[in-house]
């Protein structure tokens, strides 16, 4: 899925017309259409796409004039629209009679005074974070209890995923949204039956975030009392039973118990293969987690056939740009980096460069990953230019997203110091695979 632009600066008629007369919204160009590409939500969070925009602030879009109404009357939008109007007529103000280009550099420079959130467009008391999706730039900052509040609306309707996943882009979210979000999702279902369905999958969802963020003793301990609970039901489900093992499994892994996850991820596999139905999402993700702790222990060779046979279903199913397939072909390309194929490792990582590129954006966390495996292979090459080059631009990227003390930015420092000091030698080590849940 490609990314939809959810902003579009102000044009200088937008900025001479910023009325708003209470519950009412205007149709731009006159077809009921928002002007800019499909895929905008209503900001009222009902899930359903937003295809008329607010006539105040020429930036929210609803579905109908209910949402509106409703979105305007609890006074989620009433403040937030009126601060963006008086941006616009600060603006008019700050241009005046200029020309054209200068009124539209001096309307953006009012506008990004500071980050607003893309649901509530506000700053808030605290400033919106990224959401770690596929949304690029202003468009993935949010409160994290704006996003929260979208995702229980969109679960009411049944779209339960919407907690893990961006409406708009599609992508999973990442880093500190997923974190606040899944804490969010617990503290709705923590107090509930301990053996309702819907308790253990946000206790999954909680142990997941927590993992990712290294917290790996909090992580296990509420993998492991899911277990628990699943062994004293008189009928557990067996799928449920499959899901907790196997996120124990990936927490394993991350804590160096490759051993102890293998086992599992076995045990797992072949429950699913019984029980699911062929080329099932579930079973192809334990699939590339069974070839990851293979790949740890160094079984090279069956991990890379396991890899390129797991990749011919996900292009199959998944398709190219899914991001499954995205991170089996990059493991493919660590693989052969690992036996010393360095040539067509080069290749495999270009190529999924480019689709991440395009898919997830330049900063997305597994777009700078490849970038940094690519790097090594370079260096493996003697193609030091390159290397280098590509090397500081990430390292300039890391540094304004994670500051220069986060250990992926400190990681690409030493890196670059590798390559400017051994030019002929340069003690790296290949690119570790990626991991998925």
């Known amino acids: 899925h490609t990314h939809t632009h959810t902003h579009r600066e102000p044009t200088d008629r937008n900025m001479a017309n910023c009325r708003q007369e209470d519950g009412k919204i205007e149709r731009p160009g006159g077809e009921g259409k928002s002007g800019l590409d499909d895929g905008i939500q209503c900001a009222n969070a009902c899930g359903k796409e937003g295809t008329k925009r607010c006539s105040g602030c020429k930036v929210v879009f609803y579905c109908g004039v209910a949402c509106q109404k409703a979105h305007w009357q609890r006074g989620r939008h009433k403040a937030a629209c009126a601060q963006a109007r008086g941006q616009c007529a600060a603006a008019v103000v700050i241009t005046g009679p200029t020309k054209p280009m200068q009124a539209a550099t001096n309307t953006i420079a009012v506008q990004n005074l500071m980050p607003v959130c893309i649901i509530c467009l506000d700053v808030g008391d605290a400033p919106p974070i990224q959401s770690g999706c596929g949304c690029r730039g202003d468009a993935g900052l949010a409160h994290v209890d704006c ?225 940094y495996s690519l790097c090594i292979v370079l260096t493996k090459r003697y193609a030091f230019g390159e290397a280098e080059t590509r090397c500081l631009d990430l390292l300039s990227v890391q540094q304004r997203l994670h500051g220069p003390h986060h250990s992926l930015t400190e990681s690409t420092a030493v890196l670059l110091e590798g390559l400017r000091q051994f030019k002929n030698d340069p003690p790296l080590t290949v690119p570790s695979i990626a991991h998925t849940n």
């Not at 617990?186 to 107090?191: A, E, F, G, N, V």
């Not at 975030?209 to 992580?219: H, I, P, T, V, Y």
């Not at 292009?315 to 499954?324: A, F, K, M, Q």
């Open 147 to 371: 996003r929260a509040e979208a995702c229980a609306h969109r679960a009411r309707g049944g779209i339960r995923d919407g907690w893990l996943s961006c409406g708009t882009c599609h992508q999973l979210y990442t880093g500190r949204m997923k974190l606040g979000l899944a804490e969010t999702l617990w503290s709705i279902h923590q107090d509930g039956d301990e053996q309702s369905q819907e308790r253990q999958w946000a206790a999954g969802v909680l142990a997941a975030a927590l993992n990712d963020q290294g917290r790996c003793a909090e992580s296990e301990a509420i993998c492991r009392e899911v277990r628990a609970v699943h062994r004293r039901m008189k009928t557990p489900d067996p799928d449920r039973v499959v899901a907790a093992d196997r996120l124990l499994a990936n927490i394993l892994i991350d804590q160096g118990r490759h051993a102890e996850a293998e086992g599992l991820y076995r045990e797992v596999l072949g429950a699913q293969q019984r029980m699911l139905p062929p080329n099932d999402p579930a079973t192809l993700r334990t699939m590339m987690n069974l070839g990851n702790v293979v790949h740890t222990q160094g079984k090279l060779a069956e991990a890379l056939a396991r890899y390129e046979d797991l990749r011919s279903i996900q292009e199959r199913v998944l398709g190219p740009d899914h991001l499954d397939t995205m991170t089996t072909s990059f493991n493919i390309a660590a693989t052969l980096s690992a036996q010393s194929k360095v040539d067509e490792a080069e290749v495999m990582l270009r190529d999924v460069l480019k689709v991440q590129q395009r898919v997830l954006g330049a900063e997305h966390p597994a777009t700078l990953t490849t970038i």
